[in-house]
């Protein structure tokens, strides 16, 4: 049939003549009218960047580079100086270059070490692991027969205060090797290992929070930005019977990714909630259940200390970003000293070797804490310990513009006539370094900063803080404030000596809208509510766990009648009544049971929270034990999980009752 039904709009675009089109020349589509549709700026860019011909793209000739000396002390000149900007406005920036540059003037390594730090940078990360409690002595011995070997050639190291092995050959070289070589038997390895859960990777930057924290066994943690989950993950590992983990994101999507990310764990997440909140509006955890024990307080930053792995860094990072971040990330930290328990203690880290993410947001911390929160000693010698080499904090800072020119406070900056207004109003007094000589920059040496070159690891930045007393609440000066929040209202009338830090906001909170968007999303989906059992739900459940009913773990968990059912092992009732108070169901249908801690328990707070306090996003919470297909209600349905089955061989073994905290049948 001919296309003449067809109206002329849905008529498709005529191909472009490419035979006879000088390969230079965009190639426009034209409609069948007359009327031309221009590219989109993002189109041209992008036909700009295949052609090479993008200004970032470009290699800076010879004759037009500076010597580093001859580039610093053309920067070194205050923001009263008249001479030109060196990087005008323009669509390009050479963020490369302009990286580079930035840090040199910020002095981030000392002069003689900036070309190894530089090509560090460039370098892809090593191999790094750690093992889990659940690896076999088989397995591991089996990987550190060559591990041993490498270690002895300086091609390996042991990571002693985490269990783990840090590799000096990186995952490209592990991905080319030749079946038979050293390289593919320890690839093969790693990679069997990470599926039965026997190791993690992880880089030696990350497992550097967990390491100061020094968790105990009965702590209650929480991890105020959680997703991906691998310093949660190293925390579970920690705790014992008695602990919890709270890990929190501010995304639905990144909180359903922990969720997965930690199914490995097995009946170690019995003790994990995952909450959904920004974090700079956290709520407080149920009446009852007391303050943070410890806070992991790893902020979103920029993340250029992640140019090994992620080397795109360089093309879109600008001085705008550190700019931008820093209120948010002062923000979620003034949460976290508000959640922390006194005694307690919180570690703040970023990825990013910026000091206005890093020694800045510590000192305004300090200063507004008033005494109530104490920067701790010892991180710089435990990150040396753990990565091989670390560096102290700044005492001091530049503060430079988007053109780089350095200004000396933010009085001078708002009224420099070459300063956009729009400019300045992105900059903030705590972005300044504290007084020399002052209490406050005394102490930034403590914290510790992880530099590639030293530590064969990315860039990273960590400072140990300790609270040893109740925040005012109302402190002095008082804090700017742009609104009130419905949740410091509510935190007002908790009753908590600390209370005033409701929101935690520098009233600067325009500018950290991740948080908020982020409570936004969260609100659209409800929580999760988690009931005790009811009679004739614990009646089907039980005997699933007995081990020799239908859902055994001999018998594929089908709940199916074809198997020869063993034995049902006596079991005394008061093993079954602990149990039972530790299995709670999740939602009013009961198609998922869960096994959570007691502390867990408490904070999921089973669907109620306590008058005038905010109930905990609770997105997931506990270890699936049991399912039920969809809309089925007989017993048959029911069959048991991987965690399940792993649950019946623990109650089933010596000993295995007692370490999850029940009572032993004995």
Same mark, same amino acid.
């Given at each position: 049939?001919? $296309?003449?039904?067809?109206?002329?709009?849905?008529?498709?675009? $005529?191909?472009?003549? %490419?035979?006879?089109?000088?390969?230079?020349?965009?190639?426009?589509?034209?409609?069948?009218?007359?009327?031309?549709?221009?590219?989109?700026?993002?189109?041209? #860019?992008?036909?700009?960047?295949?052609?090479?011909? =993008?200004?970032?793209?470009?290699?800076?000739?010879?004759?037009? @580079?500076?010597?580093?000396?001859?580039?610093?002390?053309?920067?070194?000149?205050?923001?009263?100086?008249?001479?030109?900007?060196?990087?005008?406005?323009?669509?390009?920036?050479?963020?490369?270059?302009?990286?580079?540059?930035? +840090?040199?003037?910020?002095?981030?390594?000392?002069?003689?070490?900036?070309?190894?730090?530089?090509?560090?940078?460039?370098?892809? %990360?090593?191999?790094?692991?750690?093992?889990?409690?659940?690896?076999? !002595?088989?397995?591991?011995?089996?990987?550190?027969?060559?591990?041993? #070997?490498?270690?002895?050639?300086?091609?390996?190291? #042991?990571?002693? =205060?985490?269990?783990?092995?840090?590799?000096?050959?990186?995952?490209?070289?592990? /991905?080319?090797?030749?079946?038979?070589?050293?390289?593919?038997?320890?690839?093969?390895?790693?990679?069997?290992?990470?599926?039965?859960?026997?190791?993690?990777?992880?880089?030696? *930057?990350?497992?550097?929070?967990?390491?100061?924290?020094?968790?105990?066994?009965?702590?209650?943690?929480?991890?105020?930005?959680?997703? $991906?989950?691998?310093?949660?993950?190293?925390?579970?590992?920690?705790?014992?019977?008695?602990?919890?983990?709270?890990?929190?994101?501010?995304?639905?999507?990144?909180? +359903?990714?922990?969720?997965?990310?930690?199914?490995?764990?097995?009946?170690? *997440?019995?003790?994990?909630?995952?909450?959904?909140?920004?974090?700079?509006?956290?709520? /407080?955890?149920?009446?009852?259940?007391?303050?943070?024990?410890?806070?992991?307080?790893?902020?979103?930053?920029?993340?250029?200390?992640?140019?090994?792995?992620?080397?795109?860094?360089? @093309?879109?990072?600008?001085?705008?970003?550190?700019?931008?971040?820093?209120?948010?990330?002062?923000?979620?930290?003034?949460?976290?000293? *508000? %959640?922390?328990?006194?005694?307690?203690?919180?570690? +703040?880290?970023?990825?990013?070797?910026?000091?206005?993410?890093?020694?800045?947001?510590?000192?305004?911390? %300090?200063?507004?804490?008033?005494?109530?929160?104490?920067?701790?000693?010892?991180?710089?010698?435990?990150?040396?310990?753990?990565?091989?080499?670390?560096?102290?904090?700044?005492?001091?800072? $530049?503060?430079?513009?988007? #053109?780089?020119?350095?200004?000396?406070?933010?009085?001078?900056?708002?009224?420099?006539? =070459?300063v956009p207004p729009h400019e300045a109003r992105l900059y903030k007094p705590s972005m300044w370094p504290p007084p020399a000589g002052s209490a406050i920059a005394a102490q930034l040496h403590r914290c510790a900063r992880l530099v590639p070159h030293r530590s064969d690891s990315g860039g990273f930045f960590v400072a140990l803080l300790k609270k040893v007393r109740p925040l005012r609440r109302h402190p002095q000066p008082a804090w700017p404030r742009r609104h009130a929040t419905a949740s410091a209202a509510a935190d007002d009338d908790d009753g908590s000596d600390d209370g005033s830090d409701g929101d935690a906001s520098d009233g600067d909170g325009g500018d950290g809208g991740d948080g908020g968007d982020g409570h936004a999303t969260a609100s659209a989906r409800q929580p999760q509510v988690y009931a005790p059992l009811p009679p004739e739900l614990t009646s089907k459940v039980l005997p699933l766990l007995s081990g020799g009913s239908r859902g055994d773990a001999g018998d594929g968990g089908d709940g199916g009648s074809g198997g020869k059912r063993a034995k049902k092992p006596k079991r005394a009732g008061k093993l079954d009544a602990?149990?039972?108070?530790?299995?709670?169901?999740?939602?009013?249908?009961?198609?998922?049971?869960?096994?959570?801690?007691?502390?867990?328990?408490?904070?999921?707070?089973?669907?109620?929270? *306590?008058?005038?306090?905010?109930?905990?996003?609770?997105?997931?919470?506990?270890?699936?034990?049991?399912?039920?297909?969809?809309?089925?209600?007989?017993?048959?349905?029911?069959?048991?999980?991987?965690?399940?089955? @792993?649950?019946?061989?623990?109650?089933?073994?010596?000993?295995? !009752?007692?370490?999850?905290? =029940?009572?032993?049948?004995?």
């Amino acid at each position: 049939m001919p $296309p003449s039904w067809r109206s002329s709009r849905h008529a498709p675009y $005529p191909e472009p003549d %490419l035979d006879n089109t000088d390969p230079n020349e965009e190639v426009a589509l034209q409609s069948p009218s007359t009327r031309r549709h221009h590219r989109s700026k993002t189109v041209r #860019r992008a036909a700009k960047r295949q052609r090479g011909e =993008l200004a970032s793209q470009r290699e800076v000739p010879a004759e037009e @580079q500076q010597p580093s000396n001859a580039l610093a002390e053309a920067h070194a000149t205050t923001a009263g100086g008249s001479r030109e900007s060196l990087w005008p406005d323009c669509d390009a920036w050479r963020a490369k270059a302009m990286f580079e540059t930035y +840090y040199k003037l910020q002095r981030i390594v000392a002069k003689e070490e900036w070309p190894a730090f530089r090509d560090a940078l460039h370098t892809p %990360l090593p191999v790094t692991f750690r093992f889990t409690r659940d690896v076999t !002595a088989i397995f591991r011995a089996e990987g550190e027969r060559v591990l041993t #070997r490498w270690a002895g050639s300086g091609m390996a190291r #042991r990571l002693e =205060l985490v269990d783990g092995w840090q590799l000096h050959v990186d995952k490209h070289a592990l /991905r080319a090797a030749f079946e038979g070589t050293d390289e593919h038997v320890v690839r093969e390895w790693l990679v069997r290992g990470t599926d039965d859960g026997s190791l993690i990777r992880q880089e030696v *930057a990350s497992m550097l929070p967990a390491v100061l924290l020094d968790v105990p066994e009965d702590a209650c943690v929480l991890d105020m930005c959680a997703s $991906p989950g691998s310093k949660t993950t190293q925390v579970l590992e920690k705790l014992g019977p008695r602990g919890v983990v709270v890990a929190n994101d501010f995304s639905p999507l990144r909180s +359903y990714t922990l969720v997965r990310r930690t199914a490995s764990l097995g009946m170690r *997440a019995a003790a994990m909630v995952v909450t959904c909140h920004g974090a700079q509006k956290m709520p /407080r955890p149920p009446r009852g259940c007391g303050g943070y024990d410890r806070i992991v307080c790893d902020v979103p930053c920029t993340g250029d200390g992640t140019t090994r792995k992620h080397p795109e860094v360089f @093309q879109r990072w600008e001085p705008a970003m550190a700019v931008r971040h820093h209120p948010m990330q002062l923000q979620i930290a003034m949460r976290g000293a *508000a %959640l922390l328990e006194v005694g307690g203690v919180m570690c +703040y880290s970023t990825c990013s070797l910026n000091p206005i993410e890093n020694e800045a947001v510590v000192a305004e911390l %300090l200063r507004r804490c008033d005494g109530a929160i104490e920067l701790l000693d010892g991180a710089v010698e435990t990150a040396a310990k753990l990565a091989g080499g670390a560096a102290c904090g700044k005492e001091a800072w $530049p503060v430079l513009d988007f #053109r780089l020119w350095r200004h000396d406070n933010h009085a001078a900056m708002r009224v420099h006539s =070459l300063v956009p207004p729009h400019e300045a109003r992105l900059y903030k007094p705590s972005m300044w370094p504290p007084p020399a000589g002052s209490a406050i920059a005394a102490q930034l040496h403590r914290c510790a900063r992880l530099v590639p070159h030293r530590s064969d690891s990315g860039g990273f930045f960590v400072a140990l803080l300790k609270k040893v007393r109740p925040l005012r609440r109302h402190p002095q000066p008082a804090w700017p404030r742009r609104h009130a929040t419905a949740s410091a209202a509510a935190d007002d009338d908790d009753g908590s000596d600390d209370g005033s830090d409701g929101d935690a906001s520098d009233g600067d909170g325009g500018d950290g809208g991740d948080g908020g968007d982020g409570h936004a999303t969260a609100s659209a989906r409800q929580p999760q509510v988690y009931a005790p059992l009811p009679p004739e739900l614990t009646s089907k459940v039980l005997p699933l766990l007995s081990g020799g009913s239908r859902g055994d773990a001999g018998d594929g968990g089908d709940g199916g009648s074809g198997g020869k059912r063993a034995k049902k092992p006596k079991r005394a009732g008061k093993l079954d009544a602990a149990l039972e108070a530790r299995l709670f169901a999740r939602s009013s249908s009961g198609g998922r049971v869960v096994l959570l801690s007691p502390e867990a328990a408490r904070l999921s707070g089973g669907g109620q929270a *306590a008058k005038g306090t905010r109930r905990l996003h609770v997105v997931h919470a506990g270890a699936t034990i049991c399912r039920r297909k969809r809309g089925a209600a007989d017993r048959k349905a029911w069959r048991l999980t991987p965690v399940g089955k @792993q649950l019946v061989r623990a109650l089933a073994s010596p000993g295995g !009752a007692s370490a999850l905290g =029940l009572p032993s049948s004995s």
